[in-house]
């Protein structure tokens, strides 16, 4: 395994714990980790500047400068209304993960699901919103798309990891929520640390910290290459508080997450459904690419096909993938969590 270890380090690949050499603590002393995110950054710079003209002068300075962008009322009502109908009436493959006492459900919204969801795709692919998704991922090519619910508080006793302030990985990348309805801290917002995806050396420092321990980080998360962040070190790293999106449906937030952010905490047993957008790329590849169609058509075809393999890999072991199959109706419906509900419910249509 050798070479593929040495190979990864000139990919996204991030896990000190599954790669000796991304993890080890001799070469990160001698600066590995730090190298790799000095040069993703510059990288990510020069990518951001290529891509620049396909998205409008506001929007790419708030994101540079915020690692975010902000924009409510996102549609006119009439379409907004016509893609929460489509969005209510899909069926279609459902994925869930469970994280904690928290359930993500998506449909991935593949070429063929987007044909009986006219509004949804005219929006997602319309060469203003593409280009906004290309620049802000330095990748020119279109994200992967999914109609995602995150149900919160349904499963009990344990806490959901991803409620801890982490940078997902080493290097920028961009996901994006369209919120089908309004969020709050009923059902738990997205929320950031403003700035916290800027290259400082303080966070360099932290980050090199942080790498010599690699493997053995406490936090298993951290271990696998997304670190988590306390609270009270963001005084330290010179970072303000975290800000939690609570806003109207309506509102698209895009984000670096390379920043630290989290999922804010849900008061009740809530759904949060949205339209999501992620889009990632070699760190280290300084060509944004060609904007080929069938590149995502081909990206669609291999995260179904590895799905697949993960369902047969798990069932073998008499296991679930982490990414297992629900039942088609699984994202209109409230699931049996002994907290709250004895029977499964339907969920209100996202008004
Ligand atoms: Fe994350």
Same mark, same amino acid.
């Given at each position: 395994?050798? #070479?593929?270890?040495?190979?990864? =380090?000139?990919?996204?690949? !991030?896990?000190? !714990?599954?790669?000796?050499?991304?993890?080890?603590?001799?070469?990160?002393?001698?600066?590995?980790h730090v190298?790799r995110v000095i040069v993703a950054a510059m990288v990510a710079r020069f990518r951001y500047l290529?891509?620049s003209?396909?998205?409008?002068?506001?929007h790419r300075k708030n994101y540079l400068r915020d690692g975010f962008i902000?924009?409510?009322?996102?549609?006119?009502?009439?379409?907004?209304?016509?893609? !929460?109908?489509?969005?209510?009436?899909?069926?279609?493959?459902?994925?869930?993960?469970?994280?904690?006492?928290?359930?993500?459900?998506? @449909? &991935?919204?593949? $070429?063929?699901?987007?044909?009986?969801?006219?509004?949804?795709?005219?929006?997602?692919?319309?060469? !203003?919103?593409?280009?906004?998704?290309?620049f802000t991922s330095a990748?020119?090519?279109?994200?992967?798309?999914?109609?995602?619910? @995150?149900?919160?508080?349904? =499963?009990? $006793?344990?806490?959901?990891?991803?409620?801890?302030l982490h940078s997902d990985t080493f290097h920028a990348t961009m996901k994006?929520?369209?919120?089908?309805?309004?969020?709050?801290?009923?059902?738990?917002?997205?929320?950031y640390v403003p700035g916290s995806h800027r290259l400082t050396l303080k966070r360099l420092k932290w980050e090199y910290?942080n790498? %010599?321990?690699?493997? =053995?980080?406490?936090?298993?998360?951290?271990?696998?290459?997304?670190l988590?962040v306390?609270?009270?070190d963001l005084a330290t790293l010179g970072l303000p508080s975290p800000k939690?999106?609570?806003? #109207?449906?309506?509102?698209?937030?895009i984000a670096n997450t390379n920043g630290f952010h989290? +999922?804010?905490?849900?008061?009740?047993?809530?759904?949060?459904?949205?339209?999501?957008?992620?889009?990632?790329?070699?760190p280290?590849? #300084?060509?944004?690419?060609?904007?080929?169609?069938?590149?995502?058509?081909?990206?669609?075809?291999? %995260?179904?096909?590895?799905?697949?393999?993960?369902?047969?890999?798990?069932?073998?072991?008499?296991?679930?993938?982490?990414?297992?199959?629900?039942?088609?109706?699984?994202?209109?419906?409230?699931?049996?969590?002994? +907290?709250?509900?004895?029977?499964?419910?339907? &969920?209100?249509?996202?008004?």
């Amino acid at each position: 395994m050798w #070479p593929v270890y040495v190979v990864q =380090v000139f990919t996204g690949a !991030k896990s000190f !714990k599954a790669n000796p050499v991304i993890g080890s603590p001799l070469l990160n002393r001698l600066g590995l980790h730090v190298a790799r995110v000095i040069v993703a950054a510059m990288v990510a710079r020069f990518r951001y500047l290529c891509l620049s003209p396909l998205a409008e002068a506001g929007h790419r300075k708030n994101y540079l400068r915020d690692g975010f962008i902000v924009l409510r009322d996102y549609l006119p009502e009439a379409e907004f209304h016509a893609l !929460k109908s489509e969005v209510n009436a899909l069926q279609g493959e459902v994925r869930q993960c469970v994280q904690g006492d928290t359930l993500t459900q998506r @449909i &991935l919204l593949t $070429d063929n699901v987007l044909k009986a969801m006219p509004t949804c795709q005219r929006m997602l692919w319309s060469k !203003k919103l593409l280009g906004l998704f290309k620049f802000t991922s330095a990748k020119n090519s279109n994200p992967i798309f999914y109609v995602q619910n @995150i149900k919160s508080n349904v =499963v009990d $006793d344990a806490a959901d990891p991803q409620r801890t302030l982490h940078s997902d990985t080493f290097h920028a990348t961009m996901k994006a929520w369209l919120f089908l309805e309004e969020v709050s801290d009923r059902n738990g917002p997205f929320t950031y640390v403003p700035g916290s995806h800027r290259l400082t050396l303080k966070r360099l420092k932290w980050e090199y910290q942080n790498s %010599i321990q690699g493997s =053995v980080l406490p936090n298993s998360y951290g271990a696998r290459g997304s670190l988590r962040v306390n609270e009270s070190d963001l005084a330290t790293l010179g970072l303000p508080s975290p800000k939690a999106f609570n806003v #109207p449906a309506n509102t698209l937030v895009i984000a670096n997450t390379n920043g630290f952010h989290r +999922r804010g905490e849900a008061k009740e047993v809530s759904s949060r459904m949205e339209i999501w957008a992620y889009s990632r790329t070699n760190p280290f590849n #300084p060509f944004p690419g060609f904007g080929l169609r069938w590149y995502t058509q081909l990206s669609h075809l291999a %995260i179904q096909k590895y799905l697949a393999r993960q369902d047969r890999i798990a069932e073998a072991k008499g296991m679930k993938a982490s990414w297992h199959r629900v039942g088609e109706n699984a994202l209109h419906e409230m699931p049996v969590s002994s +907290r709250s509900e004895k029977s499964p419910r339907k &969920l209100p249509e996202v008004a």
